[in-house]
């Protein structure tokens, strides 16, 4: 209990701080207003599909997502100190008139301090004393959206079919002071290769914008801990204000486990909420939040089942709300 | 001009120090919930072996394997009627069927338990004739197989007078002919004492590969470290003591007890045995109460990391008994069966475990 109050109360003071801090925020979102999207580098004399190089990876932005997974650059202040070089781009977007088609490539490395934060680093990023625990994952996807059917049914609505194949792999490094040790690591959990199958949709209501994504997930035999997978990601966002909007995400998902390299894996599952603020940009949006979970832990620790509280800030690069209204 | 502090002021100053303190305390939130565990195979059954007729209790065994089954071998047996018996031995075909009836003991010409490794007249009178509170024992150690006869190693053991004393004399080689509840001690120029503790360790069981009779044993040199090796003499000089040499993984077999390179390190017993196409070592770590299993690249080669297979009921007190893997008692190609004592109040007495691995070692180990 005192950690869900103190944690609360953390995010609420760090709300209140950067909502002070931008001071002039109270401008209307020119979310309902944006225009279509002009792309940089149009095909000349055609109206029809349109081509852009190096945009926004989806129309409904993954990047509000309370998934560890989500690609972005991320930093977990607490409970464990973790950094993630993150991102998600489309290569190339072609835009018809009644939908538009998106691929590109996403990817992360991220480095978890296997122990509690216990201060910060000679660069003040928050740092503890354990094993650093590394995930590295990229991803391919092509992106779907029902442009013309999203637009028939509310202005700033949008419907996203999302395939990608993806691979992720984890490991450690031991103490440069030698005191790490080894660790025999096989009999964690491995994502390895998957597939990954999304419909995600969006909506405006009032001053309210909510997101929401169904994800399936098929692992390719021999090659992961898991077989198949299930996931469930919602957002909701005040939008009345353009620069600073609270938000609440909330993501689970069920991985069911399978055999590999002789071993059977069990089951995992995930809950996560982030409750906290977006500073948003043209370029993208600072979220900081507070967040709570409940399921196993990711990486090579992934057979560890526990619960915490949290607080960390995430930039979101080319997926604020001008990015959703898009 | 005077400025007076007011509420707004110092809520901002105390702001940042606040934030320190709700910050340190949000860091305290992790609360570990369960530690699951990935497995390379199921435990099966691990029963209670039943105590026959007319005994108090079962020890864990040592053994030697045959292909129809697998011959167990205690040290001392307890009858109902306080007796004590050295060495009584049964022959253990099924293991589904010694978890349901238990085992039948190796019976001598009166219908009592038999010692399959006795002492002689001479032994026995001379333990008599000691008054230092110290007795002759032989400590069966286990062996191998080879063309229908048991070669089982021992020990020669002086015994008390506390209940911790024991020192070794020397190592014999016991012979056993098919279906014999007892076997004949090898003597080489009048005395069955064939190796002394410094020359050979025979204490772990063995097997026969190719042309050889390989023979493994762990020594304690250390606190916290036994170092295993392999002995191995060629099959056609098996009663020979010094026919056997020791295995060094750059040379080769040598003679020098001190040049044996070291296979393993393990604190409890060890069972090499073929296995899925390769060979393995089964272990029993007596602190966790676990058993683990190592892959070797050959009989005589180092043995690979250990992988954890199933947890032992730990005992109630001190560490767990035995250990022994038990291939003779293998009826599928991936089913390994696991003898061990325990005082675990939930199930105390000797357990056969029964393992299954879900794919073949070299996958395991990939």
């Given at each position: 209990m005192r950690c869900v109050l103190t944690t609360l109360l953390a995010t609420t003071i760090l709300a209140i701080s950067a909502g002070a801090w931008a001071g002039d925020a109270a401008v209307r979102s020119p979310l309902a207003d944006d225009p279509p999207d002009v792309p940089s580098t149009a095909v000349p004399g055609l109206a029809w599909p349109r081509l852009t190089w190096l945009g926004y990876p989806r129309r409904v932005p993954r990047a509000w997502s309370a998934s560890r997974d989500t690609p972005a650059m991320n930093m977990i202040v607490f409970p464990r100190p973790a950094d993630m070089a993150g991102g998600d781009f489309s290569l190339f977007t072609l835009q018809f008139n009644r939908w538009s088609l998106r691929s590109g490539f996403a990817g992360f490395i991220e480095l978890e301090v296997d122990a509690r934060t216990s201060g910060s680093n000679a660069g003040g990023l928050p740092s503890g004393n354990g094993k650093i625990l590394w995930r590295g994952s990229y991803a391919y996807f092509a992106a779907f959206s029902l442009d013309a059917l999203a637009r028939s049914m509310c202005q700033g609505c949008a419907i996203e079919l999302a395939l990608q194949y993806r691979h992720e792999s984890q490991h450690y490094t031991g103490s440069n002071a030698g005191n790490g040790g080894e660790e025999d690591a096989t009999p964690e959990p491995y994502v390895g290769d998957d597939l990954i199958f999304d419909l995600a949709s969006l909506q405006r209501a009032g001053n309210w914008l909510f997101a929401e994504r169904a994800i399936g997930m098929w692992f390719l035999p021999d090659r992961s801990s898991y077989s198949a997978g299930v996931g469930l990601d919602l957002h909701a966002r005040y939008v009345h204000f353009a620069r600073v909007q609270p938000f609440i995400s909330g993501y689970a998902e069920q991985l069911w486990g399978d055999m590999l390299q002789g071993r059977q894996f069990p089951d995992a599952y995930r809950v996560r909420a982030l409750v906290g603020i977006a500073l948003v940009s043209a370029l993208g949006e600072i979220m900081i939040y507070g967040a709570g979970d409940v399921g196993n832990r990711y990486g090579i620790r992934g057979l560890t089942e526990e619960a915490t509280l949290g607080l960390g800030v995430r930039l979101a690069l080319a997926s604020g709300p001008k990015a959703a209204g898009r | 001009m005077t400025r007076f502090p007011?509420?707004?002021?110092?809520?901002?100053?105390?702001?940042?120090?606040?934030?320190?303190?709700?910050?340190?305390?949000?860091?305290?939130?992790?609360?570990?919930?369960?530690?699951?565990?990935?497995?390379?195979?199921?435990?099966?059954?691990?029963?209670?072996?039943?105590?026959?007729?007319?005994?108090?209790?079962?020890?864990?065994?040592?053994?030697?394997?045959?292909?129809?089954?697998?011959?167990?071998?205690?040290?001392?047996?307890?009858?109902?009627?306080g007796q004590i018996v050295p060495n009584a031995s049964a022959f253990v075909s099924d293991a589904t069927q010694a978890c349901a009836s238990g085992v039948t003991l190796g019976l001598d010409a009166a219908g009592a338990p038999a010692s399959l490794l006795a002492l002689t007249p001479q032994e026995t009178a001379a333990n008599a004739a000691r008054s230092d509170g110290r007795q002759l024992a032989l400590v069966p150690f286990g062996g191998f197989v080879y063309a229908g006869l048991g070669y089982l190693f021992y020990d020669h053991a002086l015994v008390g007078p506390g209940i911790f004393d024991e020192e070794s004399q020397g190592t014999g080689l016991c012979v056993r002919a098919a279906q014999a509840v007892t076997c004949n001690r090898v003597t080489v120029d009048g005395d069955t004492i064939l190796w002394k503790p410094d020359q050979r360790i025979l204490n772990s069981g063995?097997?026969?590969?190719?042309?050889?009779?390989?023979?493994?044993?762990?020594?304690?040199?250390?606190?916290?470290?036994?170092?295993?090796?392999?002995?191995?003499?060629?099959?056609?000089?098996?009663?020979v003591p010094s026919a056997y040499q020791v295995y060094n993984l750059f040379n080769g077999w040598v003679d020098q007890l001190s040049d044996a390179s070291v296979l393993a390190d393990e604190l409890g017993p060890v069972t090499v045995s073929a296995f899925s196409g390769a060979f393995m070592a089964t272990t029993l770590d007596i602190f966790e109460s676990r058993f683990y299993v190592r892959r070797m690249s050959s009989a005589t080669g180092e043995m690979d990391r250990r992988i954890a297979i199933f947890d032992a009921l730990p005992p109630a007190s001190w560490f767990l008994g035995g250990g022994r893997e038990h291939s003779g008692l293998r009826r599928s190609p991936r089913t390994i069966h696991v003898s061990y004592s325990t005082s675990g109040a939930a199930a105390p007495g000797l357990h056969l475990a029964t393992f299954r691995f879900f794919a073949e070692l070299g996958e395991i180990y990939q």
């Open positions: - | 007011n509420a707004f002021d110092t809520a901002q100053r105390s702001q940042p120090r606040l934030l320190v303190v709700l910050v340190a305390l949000a860091s305290s939130c992790i609360d570990t919930i369960d530690e699951e565990t990935s497995a390379v195979g199921q435990l099966t059954s691990d029963c209670v072996v039943p105590v026959p007729d007319g005994v108090r209790s079962l020890d864990a065994p040592v053994s030697l394997e045959y292909t129809a089954g697998s011959f167990w071998i205690w040290r001392s047996l307890e009858l109902a009627d063995g097997l026969v590969v190719d042309e050889r009779a390989l023979v493994y044993g762990c020594r304690r040199v250390a606190s916290f470290s036994t170092p295993c090796t392999v002995s191995g003499a060629p099959l056609d000089a098996i009663e």
